[in-house]
């Protein structure tokens, strides 16, 4: 599935026209192997690996992505699917990774998440990468006052792209949890590379962070 990658940032910038294929820092990023080999994973026996998961649309189905009732990978033939519950008292789902990259180089990732319950059982999900400059949320769902959604609404396949601020060591962490172990929500990831550069798009300052929708 092709996308437009965007950066934003500050006034100055340097044009790059670099095409370059994913670097193979991240061990398993596409999730292609059919398990979570190269990753750590702690939480509930439901979440694995797979190339399609219903949605959980009991209020707005055929409404809202995906509209034909069935999450698809982003790219290739499998993505990573953690559920919030296993709705048989199994708790949330963490999935980490850790790697080395420059300054400059650029994080990439595809992300949905399906919030299948309601307001005020705010299932959540997040994702953080953890650096030399500290912590860097990535998005966020459900956790706080400020990023609340509506009862059983969906979050579309997103694109992040990070500029990584410097050289070092870095963890990457998703994560979902239920409010009252039913009615389960999910977060997706795939396709998770480290670039050197966006591709053809315009590098502002180290650390900027966008993310667009997948059409």
Known sequence: MNTKRWLVGGAAGVMLA?????????????FESGGFNGWTYSGNPASSVMPGV????????????????????????????LWSTDSQGGGGATLSTQFSALAGQALEFDYFFDYGDFNPYFDWARGDLTGPGGLTALFAHNTSDSNRLADDANVDWTHIVLVLPADGVYTLTFAT???????????????????PSPAGAMVFAAGALILRRRR
Not at 22 to 29: C, K, T
């Open 18 to 30: 670099v095409a370059s294929a994913p670097a193979d820092q991240i061990v398993n990023g596409g």
């Open 54 to 81: 219903l949605a959980r649309d009991p209020l707005h189905g055929g409404t809202q992505a995906p509209l034909d009732g069935e999450w698809d990978p982003a790219e290739g033939v499998l993505f990573a699917a």
């Open 177 to 195: 949890d239920d409010a009252d172990g039913t009615f389960e929500s999910i977060l997706g990831i795939d396709g998770v590379f480290v670039t």
